[in-house]
């Protein structure tokens, strides 16, 4: 008669233990702060047609890697020129890290697509935009390899990135009172007239108000 319910109390047990797995498996991947900064370097900027490609340009860019909302990871581009428009932050939202080997690689869960108004203040322009997973790494001596795409009014230009970290923090401030006044805007690069509580650039700088 034991032996009858002890055949299903070892089936609990079993059920029991492969949940607890199970859970610790899906647990997010802790993140070491010193991922997290502003890395400088050169981008090289490539345009590619259904014909072919044009000539490839390079320039200083500077990418930061700050936490964001939800779990994800930002990735950032600061002060990034497209054509004759230069945008004050073109943010990758859902960003996720996952540790392969002795490096961070960095996985866009949802393409970019969204508005960004222009530093000229005036021109808000519809940007779509990828990361090459495969060929992006935050490596643990400090560097960063991004491989990201930025579709701009139908052309398709591609980027490579190669920088190293050089300011070890999230870049978010607070807001003390300042004299005169001052142009704010969201993380999406618009202008904000009356802010409300939360993240601004002001300066290009994050503070929050």
Known sequence: MRSFYRIPMLVFMLFAQ??????????PETIPSSVY??????????????????????????????????GFTMVTLKDFTIGRYTFGEIPFKDCLL??????????????????????DGKTSILLWGN????KSFVHKDGTLDLDFTIIFNETRINHVFKGKKVKDTTGINKLTQQSG?????????????????????????????
């Not at 900027?45 to 200083?60: A, F, G, P, Q, Y």
């Open 131 to 134: 990361i090459d997973e495969d």
């Open 98 to 119: 996952k540790l392969q080997g002795d490096k961070w690689q960095v996985y866009l869960d949802s393409n970019l697509s969204d508005y960004f108004l222009a530093k």
């Open 18 to 27: 492969v949940t607890v797995m199970m859970a610790q498996g899906n647990k």
């Open 37 to 70: 900064g502003i890395y400088e370097g050169k981008v090289t900027s490539e345009v590619v047609s259904t014909k072919n490609s044009m000539s490839k340009l390079t320039k200083d860019l500077k990418v930061e890697i700050s936490k964001g909302e939800q």
């Open 181 to 209: 006044k001052q142009t704010m805007y969201d993380l999406q690069g618009r202008r904000v007239e009356k802010p409300s509580k939360g993240i601004y650039v002001v300066n290009g700088k994050k503070i929050v108000y």
